[in-house]
């Protein structure tokens, strides 16, 4: 017992950051659980997921216009009506013009680069 009070409060302020990545990654990442046991499927289902979430994120956030207040979407709930291929139509036909948008910002700098 020569562990000082502060370092006990330090050890569970540590290990409270941790419980709070697993929590975020629980809800925000969609893995309720985890497939494997061995580090390297742990690490594979997180960095897929946390893939998956980034590319998310970033078409939600690239996509974002001035919509009427009926078109608004949360990130959560375009996630969800993304994977479930639900998304409303001028939700679809945004996506399309940030992806060829950014295709065609590739192709140019192919072009340029060769």
């Not at 709070?20 to 061995?38: A, E």
């Not at 375009?78 to 940030?98: A, C, G």
Request: charged share 15%; hydrophobic share 50%.
């Amino acid at each position: 017992m020569q562990v000082t009070a502060e370092q006990i409060a330090q050890m569970y302020k540590a290990r409270w950051q941790i419980e709070v990545f697993f929590r975020w990654i629980k809800q925000h990442l969609n893995i309720p659980t985890l497939f494997g046991t061995t580090e390297n499927a742990v690490y594979g289902q997180l960095f897929c997921a946390l893939i998956v979430y980034v590319l998310l994120k970033w078409l939600f956030d690239a996509a974002q216009g001035t919509w009427p207040k009926h078109s608004i979407l949360s990130f959560a709930r375009f996630s969800r009506l993304f994977l479930l291929q639900n998304l409303p139509v001028e939700w679809l036909i945004q996506i399309q013009h940030v992806l060829l948008k950014r295709v065609s910002a590739s192709m140019n700098q192919i072009t340029y680069s060769g």
